[in-house]
């Protein structure tokens, strides 16, 4: 099923042109129904989140999924659709600044409840000027137009943080969960980490690091392992990890990563969203996945909002379920297979 978003570029397909490069899209089918609808195209894709990756591995279809990507080729078209970070945008736009021309034809789209709606006032911030050109399915189709080469990169920012006893430098970029700051949640989770010295460790949805990176200070013989759906995130975790002369296997994964096969502690602040909707489909598949890649005698814990329904969840797939800590709104949870 295609997103509201993506029905708006099939919606005005006839503004594309020639080559174009689709930036950041949802994970649907967008790449097939381009390819069927309008087969003169020549179809890339630049996306930094995993799941989308494997919806554009299509024959046919170019993928960059670097976060500065090496593009060879300017396009004729193209189409963004807006990010939920506003911040991302001009990251996004910086990087793409090559491989648009003076003749490049440029797009952005999304959801009204997205926040769309201030694209003009923010494109104004930036230097550019954006006109709405259509609006169905509750979501807007505008031109973005001007000069583009006065963008200026966006560098990764960091800041320092006292948590769980530790003094750590943080790196952050656009996009990644709470850009540039230690959220409420994450930090109740840091001081009530488990007590584990060895084994391996992956911190899941790893974001800027910080948890897996608290985690291999404390106790520096675990293997650490770091994984997230978006690779900016992966990219700020590697550079949180070297700050700090940390090391760990940095992965870019939909879901808990392929390897290692078993883990003897699973932490993490889950993500429960699915671009702006709620979505505990997210999170249920990542506690079932959680329980079988286990040891026999691991822990999985999280934090999550206390409005959340994930004690039945958890108690779904793991024998003993606890509660750790509550404040300001969190809850951290212990799951375990033990009797």
């Known amino acids: 099923m295609l997103a509201t978003a993506s029905q708006l570029v099939l919606r005005n397909i006839k503004d594309l042109r020639s080559k174009v490069l689709i930036v950041e899209p949802m994970a649907d089918s967008l790449a097939a ?43 004729d078209t193209v189409v963004i659709f807006y990010p939920k970070s506003k911040e991302q945008l001009a990251f996004t736009l910086a990087q793409l600044k090559s491989v648009i021309s003076s003749s490049t034809d440029v797009f952005v789209t999304g959801d009204n409840k997205g926040g769309i709606k201030s694209l003009s006032s923010h494109a104004q911030k930036l230097g550019l000027n954006a006109n709405k050109l259509d609006n169905a399915k509750h979501c807007l189709w505008f031109s973005l137009h001007g000069d583009f080469q006065q963008l200026t990169a966006t560098k990764a920012l960091s800041f320092t943080i006292n948590a769980a006893g530790e003094t750590l430098t943080l790196y952050s970029l656009p996009g990644v969960f709470n850009h540039g700051k230690l959220d409420v949640g994450t930090a109740l989770l840091l001081d009530n980490l488990p007590n584990i010295t060895e084994g391996k460790v992956l911190d899941f949805a790893c974001g800027c690091g910080v948890i897996g990176a608290v985690l291999k200070r404390k106790h520096p013989k675990i293997e650490l392992f770091s994984s ?3 690779s900016l995130a992966v990219s700020a975790t590697q550079m949180t990890l070297a700050a700090n002369n940390l090391s760990a296997q940095v ?89």
């Open 33 to 75: 129904e381009i390819l069927h609808v309008a087969p003169e195209l020549t179809l890339s894709c630049y996306s930094t989140d995993a799941a989308v990756a494997a919806c554009w591995s299509h024959l046919g279809v170019t993928l960059h999924t670097e976060v500065s990507p090496n593009f060879t080729t300017a396009f």
């Open 251 to 339: 992965i870019a994964a939909d879901g808990l990563p392929d390897n290692p096969k078993q883990f003897d502690c699973i932490i993490s602040n889950p993500p429960f969203h699915t671009g702006i909707k709620t979505d505990y489909s997210i999170v249920e598949t990542f506690i079932a996945q959680s329980a079988v890649r286990l040891s026999n005698n691991g822990s999985l814990t999280i934090v999550a909002n206390s409005h959340l329904a994930y004690m039945e969840l958890l108690q779904q797939s793991f024998k003993q379920v606890s509660i750790k800590a509550k404040a300001n709104g969190f809850i951290i949870y212990r799951a375990s297979q033990k009797n």
């Open 228 to 230: 997230d759906i978006s």
